[in-house]
């Protein structure tokens, strides 16, 4: 396993949340500008972008991620790697979601195996999808929601669906317990799954995303495992104390402090980057 210093992701969103959940999620362009701002200061290395159409519904068209990752830019510069989401909730197909890939050329996505490569029908078109994005050198992360889809993704790496070229994993804890609510131990299974894949696994990064009020519990977990975290108010809101968090940043400066106390470095968005050789 190679050691990396520790890439924090934020999820400031998500595809339903909205002000009604908390008045400092951020929906419009201007306002997730301002968050990646406070991110960043924070501690954050990438930013997961959901977008919304003008109604507030999720979208990932084109012309609704790009206003948005335009005022990130301004806002921040290249501090942060601006990763696209493919969620398809429900609205778009597998053509639909790599179309947007295609028209938008991001740095980075996250592209959930059981939407994209469903079945062994699907296989040849997200050859084809994966392959380009490797040559396009963009950073591919892939969304693992349990054992069996770390075991999937190991035959699609074996058979040459996906690409052998730099990526990373995500693993999702607790996403159908209940309640969703996410506890450290779910990344047992995930882990377990994960070494028994050998070669096909080793050096390969992954990070994990958590649902509900124990989610620094699992990223502090994950740091101390090896891996990498995803947090932010699309999975959940609150401090480990039990408080509403105010803000974003707020999840992602009480990580830093904890990792700051065991001496774990942080990867900037320069050094993730530099994972995927862009």
Not at 85 to 91: F, P, R, S, W
Not at 239 to 249: E, H, I, K, Q, V
Request: glycine share 6%; aromatic share 6%.
């Amino acid at each position: 396993m190679v050691t990396r210093p520790i890439a924090i992701a934020v999820a400031p969103n998500g595809a339903r949340k909205t002000h009604a959940d908390h008045p400092a999620l951020p929906l419009t362009p201007d306002e997730l500008a301002a968050c990646a701002r406070q991110c960043v200061d924070a501690g954050a290395a990438m930013l997961h972008l959901h977008v919304r159409r003008a109604d507030g519904t999720h979208s990932l068209e084109p012309d609704d991620y790009r206003p948005a990752i335009a005022a990130v830019q301004r806002a921040v510069g290249d501090a942060l790697v601006i990763q696209i989401t493919t969620e398809a909730v429900g609205i778009y197909t597998p053509e639909q979601q790599m179309a947007s890939v295609r028209a938008l050329q991001p740095e980075a996505i996250s592209a959930a195996l059981r939407e994209l490569a469903p079945d062994a029908a699907h296989d040849a078109q997200a050859a084809r999808f994966f392959g380009e994005l490797a040559a396009a050198r963009t950073a591919i992360q892939y969304i693992l929601y349990s054992a069996d889809d770390v075991m999937r993704y190991r035959d699609l790496r074996t058979r040459g669906v996906l690409p052998d070229t730099p990526h990373w994993v995500l693993f999702v804890l607790g996403r159908y317990s209940t309640g969703q609510r996410s506890d450290p131990s779910d990344l047992l299974p995930f882990l377990q799954a994960w070494t028994d894949g050998g070669a096909i696994t080793a050096n390969v990064p992954w990070a994990m995303c958590a649902f509900g009020p124990r989610e620094a519990e699992c990223a502090l977990s994950a740091a101390l495992l090896g891996g990498h975290a995803r947090l932010g108010f699309e999975n959940n809101m609150a401090l480990p104390d039990g408080s509403t968090a105010p803000d974003n940043a707020a999840l992602v400066r009480n990580l830093r402090r904890h990792l700051d106390a065991l001496h774990l470095p942080l990867a900037s968005a320069a050094e993730l980057r530099n994972w995927f050789g862009r």
